[in-house]
């Protein structure tokens, strides 16, 4: 397959861009016997469907050659063979009785999620990912890393190809342990998303509702990258998956690590490459801020909660889009009573305002009321603190 | 009402002169060109979509448009085509052929038939004029899956409606084309006499006629979901999203088999013609579309194997889905051995059609690795899924549709088409659709998934292939914009009754004089 590498100078012709990150033409082997099974039995239907095409092509070329006008051949005129046509239904179902068989091994394979080690419970939000170590009370949210977010806007400044693992990372990746079969458990929160790390060998959905699961048991440790991969609104191309994969002894430094911290503010340290953009997100720790923190350093946390959660929707400007999404810019709510700009964040409204109380802590929304109150075109001059919101969660 | 005489130009002879002939006309031929007008449009109004599409994707980064706008830009193109597009196309040319091909004077409902064309055009306004409404056009993808389509804004229910009054439109055109063809014969024309595309037809015809309530149906569901409180698709209320996904795509694979069923009709038209040869296997050719036509509605949860069915389901899909190999590889098989041992020639026609059977093969592989459960748990909802469908609706029913244009535009028009610019227009489609869609396959196994407005930078050589190719497809097309018009003036050389070599042994529409006389068949001809 290395052959099609030698693409590349045509593109080079075409005047477009060879400076880009290295690329693949086939499926992923993987990481997982499941995910190898599945590339083998993918790589064994190619090659049927290779051998078949080989004989059609061949013989339609051969046709094509010899059998014209031009050379003046005198056309046959039969139109019927019953031992052919027989031959031809027969052979292709015997073909497709041995592509059945390994199939449904593989089938039955991926589908055997029992004596599994532990569960992960992940849950599709738009546009982000929740997973609950359902064992060890271990939760935390996982979104688009903060310079891709930036880069990603329309008309950014920020060129794609400075950032690395562009739309390919998170800020707070799912660690896993090696060796282990992690029974994985999906849900969705508001609409059907779908979970693929291709290097797993397979993808399954999050229905709102119901729980679908799924089974992986990660070979060797490394940083797999995947993407939501059912359409799931505006920012569907923009909610990735990182899976990083331990050695046990590490995970478990991880694990002990996030029971220290706090729940849905878990913050993980785990490779360098995304450890600098996860400054940027979540630059101010949770235990300096108190009710009497000053204004500025509310506003500066409530931006950034704001670029994490509301911009989205509302865009960066609070303008909003018209007829979905309000506009924060002087908008009854936000400059109307704290308590119901609260309750609306807390609480959200359908179908299209997500309920926020799980996915913020009370420091957070009491940043983001803040900022959204005095920036973005409103200037209410008022001073939220997390006091406020726990008041109002009681 | 004239007889049969022969002119040059037959819109200058409607019962009425002007717009108000082309309103009330209730001639199958009128009709006809009505659609296929309509369908040529449409598909340049998607295709444009589609460029937008391909524009913002040529390189990683937002470059053009909100993702919220490319979200529509994906729904809407797809629509506009599937319902638009390709299936006006065909109802445009069973309209003008079927009843030339089986020696009939006309449609046997002639008004209903006026009644099923006039829909088209104001439900393509209505869907086109979402764009404009608050919030913008649906954009949850043409499967319109909930809970996401829930959160359409006012676009919701016109664009509901609009798929009322499509589907209005497609059960009534398909009712006119089965009373047609079981009633409407020439004397000695049986079943197993008639042409292949009449066949493809009538099998296409049941088959919209089953599905099209249930779609229907399930977006109605979708409507009281939103605005009368009930909870079909809502867990909440004890409902099930996946439900929808049940009912759609019961309606949604035989729907593909729609775009592909009269494909393979025109195809095993033109073939024989050009191999100077008679079609090979017509028997076998016509169960197998039947067989085709009955998989089509046991296989639909292979567009689900993701959704977490119970292992039992995926397998049973996976076998059933498999099974639709045979007769399609028949269908190819029969194809190449009509051409075996022929005297081929290789006008744009016969190009189309040789691109086509060589085209939609290679989406028939892809389709045949995508009904393996196991394996399309990596590829669902990727890129290679994209390569795969476009290969099988554009270089399938796309290239069908234009070779059949081509076949029979002489007939219609009078005159030659330019074969120069034909052959012209066949190369640069070709090989740009090659350029388009091949690079898709690597995508998808690369991991992109599909109906992103933006991606990774490890997939932008080939993004940026697909959208040169893209655009130099779109802008083909022009070319045979060009070529219809001078037809259609009277512009090029005067075409024979027969039109091609020996043709008048392949079917009836060639013993009519060209071109074909505003009422044909007023007195039935006798098949031996």
């Not at chain 2, 060109?33 to 295709?47: E, K, N, Q, S």
């Amino acid at each position: 397959m290395n052959r099609f590498k030698s693409l590349i100078p045509f593109v080079g012709l075409l005047g477009l861009k060879n400076a880009y990150a290295d690329y693949t033409v086939n499926l992923t082997e993987g990481v997982t016997e499941l995910s190898r099974d599945i590339h083998d039995l993918h790589m064994l239907i190619f090659w049927i469907c290779v051998g078949i095409g080989v004989i059609v092509y061949g013989l339609l070329v051969y046709s094509l050659i010899n059998h014209r006008k031009s050379k003046g051949v005198v056309p046959a005129t039969f139109h019927e063979n019953t031992k052919l046509e027989v031959l031809w239904t027969v052979i292709p179902f015997l073909i497709l009785l041995g592509m059945a068989v390994p199939a449904t091994k593989v089938m039955i394979k991926a589908y055997d999620t029992s004596g599994a080690d532990m569960t992960i419970k992940v849950t599709g939000y738009q546009w982000k990912w929740r997973y609950e170590y359902l064992d060890e009370g271990v939760s935390f949210f996982s979104t688009l890393d903060a310079k891709s977010n930036l880069a990603r806007q329309l008309g950014s400044e920020v060129k794609p190809e400075t950032v690395e693992n562009y739309l390919l990372n998170v800020d707070h990746p799912l660690v896993i342990p090696v060796g282990k079969k992690i029974r994985f458990l999906f849900t969705g929160a508001d609409v059907i998303h779908s979970w693929w790390v291709p290097d797993l060998g397979w993808k399954k959905d999050t229905i709102p509702g119901f729980i679908t699961d799924a089974w992986a048991k990660v070979e060797k440790p490394g940083i797999y990258r995947g993407q939501c991969t059912e359409l799931c609104g505006r920012d569907h191309g923009f909610m990735p998956i990182v899976v990083i994969a331990k050695t046990e002894a590490d995970y478990n430094l991880w694990l002990a690590e996030q029971k220290k911290g706090s729940d849905s503010a878990a913050s993980v340290d785990v490779s360098s490459e995304s450890a600098q953009v996860q400054k940027v997100e979540s630059s101010v720790p949770s235990q300096t801020l108190h009710d009497d923190s000053d204004k500025s350093q509310l506003m500066e946390r409530g931006k950034a909660v704001y670029e994490a959660n509301c911009l989205s929707c509302h865009q960066a400007s609070g303008e909003g889009i018209s007829g979905l999404f309000p506009a924060i810019r002087n908008s009854a709510v936000v400059n109307g009573p704290v308590a119901d700009h609260i309750h609306l964040i807390l609480n959200g409204k359908p179908p299209l305002m997500a309920s926020f109380k799980s996915v913020l802590t009370p420091d957070d929304v009491a940043a983001v009321v803040t900022y959204q109150r005095n920036a973005l075109g409103n200037n209410t001059g008022d001073v939220v603190h997390a006091g406020d919101v726990k008041e109002l969660t009681k | 009402m004239s007889a049969t005489a022969i002119h040059d130009d037959h819109h200058d002879h409607g019962p009425s002169k002007g717009l108000m002939r082309w309103v009330t006309t209730t001639n199958h031929k009128d009709i006809g060109t009505l659609y296929l007008i309509t369908a040529l449009v449409m598909f340049l109004v998607g295709g444009v979509m589609a460029l937008i599409i391909r524009a913002e994707l040529f390189e990683p980064g937002m470059q053009f448009v909100d993702p919220m706008f490319f979200n529509s830009m994906t729904t809407l193109h797809a629509l506009i085509m599937v319902f638009g597009a390709v299936m006006p196309a065909f109802a445009g040319l069973a309209n003008w052929m079927i009843p030339m091909m089986i020696g009939a004077p006309d449609m046997a409902l002639p008004r209903l038939n006026n009644w099923s064309y006039w829909l088209l055009p104001f439900a393509a306004v209505m869907l086109l004029s979402t764009l404009f409404m608050d919030g913008g056009a649906a954009a949850a993808g043409w499967t319109l899956y909930p809970p996401l389509v829930l959160q359409t804004g006012a676009a919701l229910p016109f664009t509901i409606f609009t798929i009322h009054l499509l589907g209005l439109s497609s059960i009534m055109a398909a009712i006119n084309i089965i009373v047609t063809i079981l009633n409407m014969r020439a004397p000695g024309m049986t079943l197993m006499k008639m042409p292949l595309f009449v066949w493809t037809w009538l099998i296409t015809a049941f088959l919209l006629i089953a599905i099209m309530p249930v779609f229907a149906g399930a977006v109605t569901m979708l409507l009281t979901d939103k605005f009368f409180g009930t909870s079909f698709f809502n867990a909440a209320g004890g409902g099930d999203p996946v439900l929808y996904q049940h009912l759609f795509w019961f309606f949604g694979h035989p729907e593909v088999y729609v775009l592909i069923l009269p494909s393979f009709g025109i195809i095993s038209q033109i073939i024989p013609t050009f191999s100077r040869k008679p079609l090979f296997g017509y028997s076998s050719m016509v169960y197998a579309t039947a067989s085709i036509g009955f998989l089509s509605f046991i296989v639909w949860a292979h567009h689900q194997y993701t959704v977490g069915m119970p292992v039992e389901g995926e397998l049973y899909f996976t076998y059933a889905t498999m099974l639709i190999a045979v007769p399609t590889g028949v269908k190819v098989f029969n194809w190449i051995s009509t051409m075996w041992k022929g005297a081929i020639s290789f006008e744009t026609p016969m190009l189309w059609a040789l691109a086509f059977v060589v085209l939609f093969t290679m989406g028939g592989f892809t389709g045949l690795m995508m009904s393996i459960s196991p394996a399309d748990l990596q590829y669902h909802d990727t890129y290679f899924i994209v390569a795969h469908f476009h290969y099988v609706l554009v270089p399938g029913a796309v290239f069908a549709i234009l070779a059949g244009v081509y076949y029979w535009l002489p007939k219609w028009t009078g005159r030659m088409y330019d074969e120069r610019l034909g052959q012209l227009h066949f190369w640069l489609t070709t090989i740009s659709v090659n350029v388009c869609f091949f690079p898709q396959h690597f995508l998808g196994l690369a991991g992109m998934p599909r109906r992103i407005p933006d991606y990774a930078l490890q997939f932008a050589e080939f993004n940026a292939w697909s959208s040169v190719g893209a655009f130099v497809f779109g802008f083909s097309q022009l070319i045979f914009c060009y070529v219809l018009i001078k037809c259609i003036r009277g512009d090029g050389e005067v075409a024979t009754s027969e039109v091609w070599e020996g043709a008048h042994e392949h079917g009836l529409e060639w013993n009519l004089p060209s071109p074909a006389p505003y009422h044909t068949w007023e007195t039935p001809p006798h098949i031996n």
